[in-house]
């Protein structure tokens, strides 16, 4: 990695110092300056703007005379100051223009006055405040100077009496601005001592970026850290990489140039599959070797179906998830069998650190056009391999195998006991060893054979003679180590040289590109496979006019790869091979391909394109391809049509591909028909095949013919297959389909409303449903401060369920609903594996509104101001019926229905305010509802079945009697159910909650003194059958401040809360007295400087029959 | 539910004539003196957006939480389409805030889910930095309705809470450090604080939605001065070190360290709007320019300040 670094300085540096060598006279490559300096009488010595002057290009004038080096004045070049020789004789100063060029980077700042720009903004005429308003002056970085500096440190101490001393720290630091006249730079460099809580597998905190720079300028830019590295436009090189390290680029004039070393992020990878009837998503990605548990690098995928690129997003065309590695695609794109998805990502890799340089240059040849070299290297270091550096009997043993090696054991964590051995770290060495505690152990090991005085472990016969067991008898004392998963590191270095010219004739350009890849730095065997070439060249010549309006553009291609050449980037587009009669997803190499054409075209209005084609595979397959297609567009008619054949050749069988097909709108109508369709017969060398026929027809109401846009059409699909030794197509699926979409905005209110209906048949079995559909209304009004908004989407979705068993047992930590309890719950909850996906119907729904009274000078109805509102509803919920009908999701009633649901949560929020405005006197009511229900795959038996309402409602009376008190009274009221059903007897749980809470305060206040008394007394029951809780808290606190200087608040709270036995509900796992006690905490913050505030907290907690605890923090915080 | 449909029918009736726009595909482009007005995303957007908040990133990049479809977005520039970041969990979220962070990190409020989450300048989510329900169980404070957030460089943070009519604050790692305040009026006391912004000097700018004004807090957690406004105010933002933003109803103040305004820009109506224009809570920038968020076009309106 440092050796790709400092190559890469080496690189930016040699960029930027080449400029001037180049620069005896000036150099095109530079920019001119020009200053115009001002000397006052009697000073002689002036600087120019810019430092590091290339002094034979210096101009200096003076009323229109050329001064004299040497003779009128004396360069420092270095820092661009010179000295004048020309006497002052009238005294009344020179006015000098200097014209010259210097060093493109200055990395000294220039110091002027700084504007505030605010200050030209011309006020409100009406607003008084305005002209009072003060000039900011000179308080920070920024006004003196483009560069802010800017961050904070923070040191702390935390102690207590049953805890140890710790300490905390934090940096902050941040340099932004310019450095110079043309140089921005950005840095941030940050050192977080911060406990935070990660979740999922996202990333690990270690890896997490501490620095950011990034230094740029018009003809140069610099990064460190995370970088994109991208090279687009080339056949066999196409990247996009999301990596960590440096990147640097320059341009000179025509010539560019690009240097990256990196780590990289993830492995490439590249998948093509077909969709699944009706299955939206998701869909798993996985690594090289079929493994689903993998990340995909954020942003790294690109995602095309039916041969188009598709865009991310949930208003888009789909959607990923890149912790799980699933694309799922949105009701604007419909899946079915036929669908062809690719997908080219990244994910994280578990193999070693991979390294990446890129380097890249780019030129123009004056008439003979642009040639472009790239060069990239991607490779495994197999000095760091992730788990663990490799011993040197594993890198015997990978030596000893070739490309292929993959060693794979079943060293594994299994579990507390599950295993015969035990992981322990040697005190002295810190080496991790594995001891043999026959069946107490969390860790299963197997050990290989290395050789004698190799390796550190030694078999003996256990106690019962009966096994093999391996001890440790230190290094180079046995012969053999535990055996781990050992991929074999690999590189793969490629060259690519890229020209291309246009002209008045046309265009045309070749490219070749070289590769080596070994699959096994470790291994010399099966090296002798590692090169391999590719070749393109192409071109197409300028539309010949013909006369009378035709012209005629001819073109061609031709492309040879190797078999033996790798490339870390797409080299085809998606699903090539359907377009040669092949399946699409198989793996293409040694290929020759050559395709020809030319285009007829008649005023813009008509173009017929005319091609053949050649592929051939490594002498094992051929086939001849020739393409018809038309384009007409007419102010009454858009449309087009294609026909092409594939005679395909293998051996000596033969296969054959058909198809035709076009669409065709009458645009001339308000409302425009539209028709498509499509046949496509495919027969194979092996004697299968596969035939389409698929039409289309619908009514288009176009934008601008109105405030919406909207389609409503119907169609159908058959498909047919064809099976070795049959003479005829059988029919597999019949796919009817209605569609309809409706989006535009009306006034203060838009829609989209889209809902395809799909109906799917295969013989012998019944109609299915596969329904996709997305509805959106928004309406905001009264400048925001009404908004609604009603979103609903439907589709069909593949679903992945645990079993789940809630069992009896007397040490659980968990109650008969599988709530977490604490010792004593009773139950313990047992998770099997994910089962396998099944298809299931979903409907998301979700609302949200709001009323907030707005500015008086809004026009609304006044009793409108005294209400403030908020509501908000969700439903999120999957179903067993894959048939998803409009009853049903049209029906709330339906969601939640333990029939029918597997996975459903509804939660429904709101909250109303009275007078909320009002100084005096408020009233505010909270409505909640929180639904779910889970039905749980069984692996035999019956479904477990869990169900969760709850609900509660509470009502605040508030007052502000007069300025300095104010009191408030709340209520709650609530239910609670818990239901679990399995074949037994139900559980089943019908909770009450009760609370009220009154709180009043003073405030005090004198000068820049402020303060408050107050006090908080609540009570609160929880009563079920059999079981119940209730309780009350006081809380007394004292708040202090005095303004810019600091701050004291004490709070108390005496605690007194019992319950019943056997309640497991909020308060906690059934005991005789759950809580009691009480707890002060005293906080003080002092600034002891402008920007230094010390903190200090502390606490104590007096639990009543247990021991107290006492934590005390102390922090100093300082901004700069 | 009955509550909520009874209301719907309610205000269905009397919102909808606030406002006459005349649909117009145009971008509006005549812009107040000395600024130039930009729209974000410049390309056009299959759903408008609700941005109820918005982050200015150091790399220019910038962060948008849209409230109508409940996503967040980052934007690599005004040319480029949104890119949808990760969700946090299956668990549903809702973004009500977002808050730069020490470090090379983002905060993103889940008011309603009471949980701060964590990014990083790429849009990857990192996890949860707080959960307030967590913190409120510890120190006994009831439910939180979390729906401001505003995290200085330190780390040091203060999150309102709208219900409840207080302002908690924290130090850094999330340590809590007390409450602000109680419902009323006066200086100190709340009705319904909102949205918050942190300045680079350490000190918060809070919006007191229900008293209609902006409250500022020093460094030390007490209040220093308040500004009254005629509207309520919907967002506020700092500009650098010594000045701060508030959105207004169809316009945006700018006020320094004492509250007292230096300059006022009109928010002018977006695209298909007409003259209707109205800011929403979504507001950032720098010294130099100004991001908003304008509800009816449901984009971003980038006031480029002419200066030096």
Not at chain 1, 883 to 903: K, M
Not at chain 1, 925 to 952: C, F, P, W, Y
Not at chain 2, 10 to 20: D, E, K, Y
Not at chain 2, 52 to 69: E, F, H, I, Y
Request: proline letters at 5%; one cysteine or more.
């Amino acid at each position: 990695m440092r050796r790709y670094l400092f190559a890469g300085g080496l690189l930016a540096a040699g960029v930027l110092w080449s400029v001037p060598i180049l620069g005896a006279e000036r150099s095109s490559f530079l920019p001119v300056e020009r200053d115009t300096l001002v000397l006052e009488p009697g000073k002689s010595v002036a600087c120019l703007h810019r430092p590091n002057v290339f002094a034979r290009t210096l101009d200096l004038e003076e009323k229109g005379t050329h001064l004299v080096d040497g003779t009128d004045y004396i360069l420092d070049a270095d820092t661009g100051c010179f000295t004048l020789l020309v006497p002052d004789s009238v005294g009344a100063g020179h006015r000098i223009v200097a014209t010259y060029q210097a060093l493109p980077l200055t990395l000294e700042g220039t110091y002027r006055l700084r504007e505030d720009p605010h200050h030209r903004q011309a006020a409100p005429a009406n607003d008084p405040s305005l002209t009072q308003a003060k000039p900011i002056g000179f308080t920070s970085a920024s006004d003196v100077s483009d560069l802010d500096i800017s961050g904070s440190k923070t040191f702390g101490v935390e102690m207590g009496n049953r805890r140890d001393l710790k300490l905390q720290q934090s940096l902050d630091l941040r340099l932004t601005g310019r450095v110079s006249k043309d140089v921005n730079l950005l840095a941030i460099l940050s050192d977080q001592d911060l406990p935070f809580q990660p979740e999922g597998n996202t990333a690990e905190l270690e890896d997490l970026d501490r620095i950011l720079v990034r230094l740029e300028s018009p003809r140069a830019g610099a990064s460190l850290g995370d970088v994109s590295l991208s090279a687009t436009g080339l056949s066999f090189l196409d990247l996009h990489r999301e990596v960590e390290g440096f990147s640097g680029n320059a341009s000179m004039g025509t010539a560019k140039a690009q240097g990256t070393v990196a780590r990289a992020k993830g492995e490439f990878a590249s998948r093509e599959f077909f969709g699944e009837e009706g299955k939206q998503g998701p869909y798993r990605l996985t690594d090289r070797t079929g493994n689903t548990d993998i990340v995909v690098v954020a942003g790294s995928e690109k995602v095309w179906l039916d041969g188009v690129l598709q865009k991310r997003g949930a208003e888009e065309d789909y959607t990923i998830d890149y912790t799980l590695g699933e694309v799922t695609f949105t009701s604007r794109r419909v899946i079915t069998a036929n669908s062809t998805i690719s997908v080219d990502y990244q994910y994280a890799t578990g193999r070693y650190q991979r390294q990446i340089a890129f380097a890249g240059g780019e030129g123009q040849l004056g008439n003979f056009g642009t040639l472009r070299a790239t060069y990239y290297s991607e490779g495994d270091n197999a000095d760091h391999p992730v788990g663990g550096d490799l011993t040197q009997s594993e890198i015997d043993l990978l030596a000893a195998q070739g490309d292929s090696a993959q060693v794979q054991c079943g060293t594994r964590y299994v579990g507390v006991n599950q295993g015969d051995y035990d992981l322990i770290v040697d005190a002295k060495t810190g080496r991790q060893i594995y001891a043999f505690v026959d069946g107490s152990g969390d860790y299963r090991v197997e050990f290989v054979d290395v050789g004698d005085g190799k390796g550190e472990y030694q078999p003996r016969a256990d106690s019962t003679g009966t096994r093999t067991v391996y001890i440790f008898v230190g290094e180079g004392n046995g012969g053999f180590v535990p055996c781990r998963d050992l991929p074999p590191p690999e590189n793969r270095h490629i060259a690519d040289l890229h020209w291309e010219t246009s002209g008045k004739a046309g265009r045309v350009l070749a490219e070749g590109a070289f590769s080596k890849a070994d699959g096994n730095v470790l291994s010399a065997l099966d090296d002798q496979n590692n090169h391999g070439n590719a070749f393109t060249a192409g071109g197409e010549a300028t539309a010949l006019a013909l006369g009378k309006g035709f012209h005629i553009t001819p073109r061609f291609n031709w492309r040879h790869v190797d078999e033996a050449f790798e490339s870390p980037a797409r080299l085809r587009s998606a699903f090539f091979g359907r377009d040669w009669n092949l399946t699409g997803t198989e793996e293409i190499r040694a290929e020759d391909l050559a395709e020809g054409g030319a285009s007829f075209a008649f005023k813009d209005k008509a173009r017929w394109t005319s091609s053949i084609g050649r592929l051939a595979l490594a002498d094992t397959f051929s086939a001849l391809r020739q393409e018809q297609a038309l384009n007409v567009q007419t102010r009454w008619v858009t449309g087009n049509a294609a026909w092409n054949t594939v005679h395909e050749d293998v051996g000596f069988a033969e296969g054959r591909m058909k198809r035709w097909g076009g669409e065709v709108l009458l645009g001339r109508f308000r409302i425009a028909p539209r028709f498509r369709g499509t046949h496509e017969t495919r027969e194979r060398p092996a004697g299968d095949g596969e035939r389409h026929r698929d039409w289309e027809t619908a009514l288009v109401m176009p934008a601008g013919n109105g405030p919406f846009r909207a389609e409503l059409g119907v169609g159908r699909r058959l498909d047919d297959s064809l099976r070795t030794g049959n003479d005829g197509f059988t029919q597999v699926r019949d796919t009817e389909r209605g569609f309809g979409e409706v989006e535009g905005r009306w006034r203060d209110l838009s829609l989209l409303m889209r809902y395809e209906a799909r109906g799917v048949e295969v013989p012998g079995g019944t109609r299915e449903r596969r329904d996709t559909g997305r509805l959106d209304a928004r309406h905001q009004a009264v400048r925001g401060a009404w908004s609604a908004l009603l979103s609903m989407d439907v589709g069909t979705e593949g679903l992945r369920q645990r079993t789940k068993s809630i069992v009896a047992d007397s040490t659980g930590y968990f109650d008969e609903f599988g709530n977490y309890v604490g010792p004593g719950g009773g139950y313990d909850v047992e998770y099997g594996p994910p089962g396998n996906e099944v298809l299931s119907g979903r409907v998301d729904l979700s609302s949200r509104f709001r009323w907030t009274p707005p500015g008086e000078d809004v026009k609304v109805a006044p009793w409108l101001r005294a209400v403030a509102w908020e509501a908000f509803l969700s439903v999120d919920e999957s179903s067993a019926l894959p048939l998803v009908e409009p009853r049903y999701f049209l029906n709330p009633g339906s969601y939640l229905d333990p029939a029918s649901t597997l996975d459903g949560r509804l939660s429904l929020r709101q909250s109303v305010d009275l007078f909320p405005s009002h100084r005096q006197l408020g009233f505010r009511m909270r409505h909640e509802i929180r639904e779910s229900l889970v039905r749980n795959a069984s692996a035999g038996g019956d479904s477990l079945v869990e169900g969760n309402t709850q609900k509660t409602f509470v009502g605040t009376l508030r007052s502000n009697p007069a300025p300095a008190w104010d009191a408030e009274l709340e209520g709650s009221l609530g239910h609670r159910r818990e239901e679990v059903r399995t074949s037994a007897a139900p559980f089943l749980q019908d909770t009450d909650i009760r609370s009220g809470t009154l709180r009043g305060g003073r405030r005090l206040e004198s000068g820049r003194h402020r303060g408050r008394v107050s006090m908080e007394g609540t009570y609160s029951e929880e009563v079920g059958e059999g079981k119940e809780a209730r309780g009350w808290i006081l809380r007394p606190k004292f708040q202090w401040s005095v303004n810019n200087i600091g701050r004291l608040e004490v709070r108390g709270s005496y605690t007194d809360l019992v319950s019943s036995t056997g309640f497991t509900g909020i308060l906690g796992p059934g005991a005789s007295q759950l809580i009691a006690g009480w707890r002060v905490d005293v906080i003080s913050e002092v600034r002891i400087h402008k920007g230094i505030v010390v903190t200090g907290v502390v606490g104590s907690d007096h639990p009543e029959g247990l021991a107290a605890v006492t934590v005390g923090r102390m922090e100093v915080r300082g901004t700069f | 539910m009955a509550l909520s449909a009874f209301l719907l029918c309610l205000f269905a009736g009397t919102s909808v004539a606030a406002s006459p726009a005349a649909p117009s595909d145009t971008l509006p482009t005549p812009a107040p003196a000395d600024t130039s007005l930009l729209w974000w995303p410049n390309g056009p957007l299959s759903n408008p957006w609700t941005p109820v908040a918005a982050l200015l990133l150091p790399t220019r990049d910038l962060l948008v939480a849209d409230k109508a479809q409940n996503r967040l977005y980052l934007i690599h520039g005004r040319d480029t389409a949104p890119v949808r970041l990760p969700e946090p969990s299956p668990a549903p979220v809702e973004w009500t805030a977002l808050s730069g962070a020490p470090g090379l990190a983002i905060y993103a409020l889940d008011g309603p889910g009471g949980k701060v989450h964590q990014f990083d300048f790429k849009g990857n989510y990192l996890g949860v930095a707080v959960d307030f329900d967590a913190v409120a169980l510890a120190n006994g404070l009831g439910r939180v309705d979390a729906r401001g957030l505003a995290v200085d460089r330190s780390g040091r943070a203060v999150v309102t809470d709208r219900q409840n009519d207080r302002v908690l604050l924290f130090g850094p790692g999330w340590s809590f450090l007390g409450v602000l305040g109680e419902t009323g009026s006066g200086l100190g006391a709340w009705r319904r604080p909102t949205m918050a912004a942190a300045s680079e000097k350490g000190s918060f700018l809070v919006v007191d939605e229900g008293n209609r004004r902006v409250v500022l807090l020093d460094a030390v957690g007490s209040v220093k001065t308040a500004r009254s406004t005629k509207e309520v105010p919907q967002g506020v933002s700092a500009l650098g070190p010594e000045l701060f933003a508030i959105a207004l109803d169809d316009r945006v103040d700018v006020v320094n360290t004492n509250l007292e305004l230096v300059a006022s820009y009109p928010v002018p109506a977006g695209p298909r709007c007409g003259g209707a224009s109205y800011t929403t809570p979504a507001v950032t920038g720098t010294e130099d320019l100004i991001l908003v968020g304008e509800g009816c076009s449901g984009r971003l309106l980038e006031l480029r300040i002419r200066g030096d």
